[in-house]
């Protein structure tokens, strides 16, 4: 009879308080209601429709994958996409604070603002012929064989930020953003000269330098740099502007910028594409192709880091 007993007990104990426990210690709300085999569900803002559907998130995370890397990259970067992209999603799942851009959804797939993302239909229909045979079971395969594995700090979650091309180091996130991570460091990435982005052009009338900056004289002063390289602050006709505002007003690939002065223009000589903090897409792809693992990979380009189970 005690035997029966214990065994209630515990097993109260391990259905009903231990999740409480867990939600009280941690500050998070508990997920466990929703996980399956293929992990929580997510809710995902389709920005082309305004529709909301729910995914599990395996399922999710194989249409961002196609949309946010290369079918033709390697397996092993293509498994390190996935496990950045499964952390950047399990994040907004668990946490207690909805974007007030779509607070009835996880994320949505304005890749500007959460994560691209195509649906197997649309793989399956409007990514030319043969692409879906050839390409979605690799596909697949790289969020299969990573099921489950995101990149944690101290215990938690990370911020798993990711670009297209570094311009051969990383930046440290307090430098693009303000805020500094422990985990988003500055970290060399040579590999990023593969890519066809590494290197890129822009010509701008001074004309139009002048009026788009409100200065009288087009003229470079003065650059000040981050450790990766970017331009922090740029002097131009006397005005100091922050080079990711340059980027921006004049449509650049990153803020890693040098600045060509000719008779009537501005010539805007970049390297990289993409804000440049956390992983380098085409770094990591040419990791993988001199034989490093996605976990090789991760730990790579964000700082003492580990990969743990979310379930």
Request: charged share 20%.
């Amino acid at each position: 009879m005690k035997k029966i007993i214990y065994f209630v007990l515990i097993l109260f104990f391990v259905i009903v308080l231990l999740p409480t426990c867990i939600v009280l210690c941690t500050g998070k709300k508990t997920i466990s209601s929703e996980i399956t085999s293929n992990g929580p569900f997510v809710t995902v803002l389709k920005h082309d429709t305004g529709q909301t559907e729910s995914y599990s998130l395996e399922k999710y995370l194989e249409g961002v994958v196609a949309a946010e890397m290369p079918a033709s990259f390697h397996a092993e970067a293509l498994k390190a996409q996935a496990v950045a992209a499964r952390t950047f999603i399990y994040n907004r799942i668990i946490s207690d604070s909805p974007d007030p851009d779509h607070p009835d959804a996880h994320v949505c797939t304005d890749s500007t603002h959460c994560k691209a993302f195509f649906s197997e239909e649309h793989l399956e229909t409007k990514m030319g012929d043969g692409w879906y045979e050839t390409y979605f079971p690799k596909i697949q395969a790289s969020v299969i064989e990573t099921c489950g594995e995101i990149v944690t700090y101290e215990n938690e979650p990370i911020v798993a930020v990711f670009h297209s091309t570094g311009s051969g180091r990383t930046e440290n996130a307090k430098d693009v953003w303000g805020g500094d991570l422990p985990y988003l460091k500055s970290v060399e990435s040579s590999g990023d000269i593969s890519s066809p982005k590494f290197t890129s052009t822009v010509e701008v009338a001074k004309t139009k330098v002048c009026e788009t900056l409100g200065v009288t004289e087009a003229h470079v002063y003065g650059y000040e740099r981050s450790e990766g390289g970017a331009v922090l602050t740029v002097n131009i006709g006397g005005y100091l502007f922050k080079g990711t505002d340059i980027r921006s007003y004049f449509d650049l690939k990153s803020a890693n910028f040098e600045i060509e002065e000719k008779d009537d223009a501005f010539i805007f000589h970049v390297k990289g594409s993409g804000h440049g903090v956390g992983l380098s897409q085409y770094g990591a792809n040419a990791l993988a192709e001199a034989g490093s693992n996605y976990i090789d990979i991760l730990t790579t380009y964000y700082t003492d880091v580990s990969l743990s189970k979310a379930w």
